[in-house]
């Protein structure tokens, strides 16, 4: 596992880098299914961020209303912090972090800032939730900008989807090829992962980009790991493991953490409720 980017464009990050010398895909999606054409086509960078070593989203839940802070998604492993270890869960903790905010063309609308890590983890899933001191409301007048919706529904085989990095301002288009039972890397463990079909080459500084379904525009997933060596459950390299424990490595595949369970965890006023009756997030041990 590569630890993220800290200062240098050359510093490898955990997960989403590419090998040197493997190109990443080209900054233009795949082309949509006529249906997607016709509803959204190819996603922009409207609502996408920067990070300091990664990429984010400014996204809004099932309850979310314009009056509440506005909530950033990337990795857990993105974190200032450090990365969260095999179990451990952060929530409400406070931090100084600033998100450079995208207009649809890429170009840097401003600066938004958050003083609490709403939620964060790397166990079933790899996640980080920030609560900005902005509303959507304040957003929106300031920089014209709307938050992308998180989509409430598990994503779907076959679907054209983009993964849309704030950092590099690039884009990665591909298709959902499946889904991971078990995605197993190192120390950790996810459950369910988006397996891309192998157009999508990521690289270092695309961890905790939006994974956005072509035909909704929603966001269906946050982009988190690549297998660089063909190596098995090591450090970059995360196998598949089945319900019957066969483990199956697929060499230079990337792979993204559903986000549609975070929709039942967070009720009004974007707040969290880990003990809300759909909600299966991971909780902080006790």
């Not at 529904?153 to 991971?180: L, M, N």
């Amino acid at each position: 596992m590569r630890k993220p980017l800290v200062s240098t464009l050359a510093a490898a990050l955990f997960g989403a880098a590419a090998l040197t010398g493997i190109a990443a895909a080209p900054a233009v999606a795949a082309a949509d299914s006529g249906q997607a054409a016709a509803h959204r086509g190819t996603p922009s960078f409207e609502g996408t961020v920067a990070l300091s070593n990664c990429s984010g989203s400014v996204v809004k839940l099932k309850h979310s209303r314009a009056s509440d802070p506005a909530l950033v998604l990337s990795n857990g492993h993105c974190l200032q912090e450090g990365m969260p270890g095999a179990g451990e869960v952060v929530v409400d903790k406070k931090t100084s972090r600033d998100f450079t905010l995208l207009n649809a063309d890429g170009s840097d609308a401003g600066k938004i800032h958050s003083d609490k890590i709403a939620y964060a983890t790397m166990t079933d899933t790899d996640i980080s939730l920030y609560e900005t001191t902005s509303t959507y409301k304040e957003i929106k007048k300031k920089y014209g900008i709307d938050a992308l919706t998180l989509d409430a529904r598990h994503p779907r085989q076959g679907r054209d989807i983009t993964v849309v990095s704030g950092y590099w301002k690039e884009k990665f288009g591909c298709a959902v090829d499946g889904f991971a039972y078990r995605l197993k890397e190192a120390d950790w463990t996810w459950k369910d992962s988006i397996r891309y079909t192998m157009a999508c080459q990521t690289k270092g500084g695309t961890s905790g980009s939006p994974v956005i379904d072509n035909r909704t525009g929603k966001v269906i997933g946050v982009n988190n790991t690549h297998n660089e060596d063909g190596e098995r459950c090591t450090l970059n390299n995360p196998c598949e493991v089945d319900k019957s424990g066969n483990v199956t490595v697929r060499y230079l595949n990337a792979y993204g953490q559903q986000t549609y369970l975070i929709n039942s965890c967070f009720g009004r006023g974007n707040q969290l409720n880990l003990d809300a009756r759909r909600c299966v997030l991971p909780e902080p041990t006790k």
